[in-house]
């Protein structure tokens, strides 16, 4: 099936060392066109390290990223912020303008960075807005909104760039219990809708849910990929199993839950 697929990311062979700590190992993966992966992994195993690289914010030691059958590593800062406008980013802590509105913070971008008129890109927020169930909110500032409608708003900017791709950091990490839904159920629409998309997150659920391929980070390596009922049901490794039979515990039933 990937073989009639239009290839939209290739990652090859990513390291990243801190301070001479290796926190990626050789990372490979490919992500075509309307698919969603969802990498899962104990904390601090480089999980977003490799987001931050996939979008050159940081730049890889080793390895190369491809947009497209473009390389986008190593570029210049004028080169590499035209590219990036293509990789949408969803970040945990939301990275608002406190001093703009909701749709001031959708439409920013649109007209300093693609040039738009201020109406075209106001109407193109508003549609945005619109999307993510906020439409009656856009006048609002972060100040005025709650966790989960700031998170909201930010894939709501990041999608108005019209992205090949977009990546998401735990964006459910900085919010309450109640409010993770709301966020999760724009998610899941965005991926019933065939947005190309990696996701990093503790969400379980969502991820057995939604995601096409699951990929288990351990120790800076991509220990085991697969169909969530394969990575969920039958782990190759016993620190898979490990990993998740420690979710089970802590949030319930994990293992064993089907598509």
């Given at each position: ?7 939209i990311?290739e990652?090859?062979d990513?390291?990243?060392?801190y301070?001479g700590?290796a ?11 309307g ?8 904390s ?7 987001l ?16 497209k ?8 800062a ?17 990275n608002?303008?406190?001093h703009?509105?909701?749709?001031g913070n ?7 960075v693609?040039?738009?008129k ?8 508003i549609?945005?807005?619109k999307?993510v ?8 500032y972060p100040?005025?909104?709650s966790g989960g ?6 894939i ?7 992205p ?25 629409e965005?991926?019933n809708?065939?947005?190309?998309m ?6 379980m659920?969502f ?6 391929e699951?990929?288990f980070?351990?120790?800076g390596k ?5 169909p ?5 049901c ?14 089970n515990?802590l ?7 089907k598509?």
């Open positions: 099936m990937e073989q009639n697929k239009e290839l990311l990652i090859k990513i390291h990243k060392s301070n700590k926190v990626l190992k050789g990372i490979s993966f490919n992500v075509f066109k698919e969603t992966k969802v990498i899962i992994g104990p601090g195993m480089g999980k977003s390290t490799l931050r690289c996939i979008n050159q914010l940081t730049v890889p030691d080793k390895g190369s990223v491809w947009l059958g473009q390389e986008i590593t190593h570029r210049d004028k080169n590499i912020n035209k590219l990036r406008q293509k990789i949408g980013f969803v970040f945990q802590d939301f608002l303008f406190d703009l509105t909701a749709v959708v439409e920013i971008a649109l007209i300093k693609k040039g738009m201020k109406q075209e890109a106001r109407n193109k927020a549609f945005e807005l999307k169930g906020l439409e009656k909110q856009a006048s609002l100040a005025e909104l409608q700031k998170q909201r708003v930010s709501a900017r990041a999608f108005a760039m019209e090949e791709i977009m990546l998401f950091d735990e964006p459910t990490s900085a919010l309450d219990p109640e409010l993770i839904g709301e966020v999760l159920s724009v998610m899941k965005l991926a809708e065939g947005v190309t990696i996701v990093v997150s503790h969400e659920g991820a057995q849910t939604v995601a096409d699951i990929l980070l351990d120790g991509l220990l085991e990929a697969g969530p009922e394969k990575i969920f039958e782990p190759k490794y016993k620190r898979t199993k490990k990993f998740l039979s420690t979710l515990e949030y319930g039933n994990v293992e064993g839950n598509r």
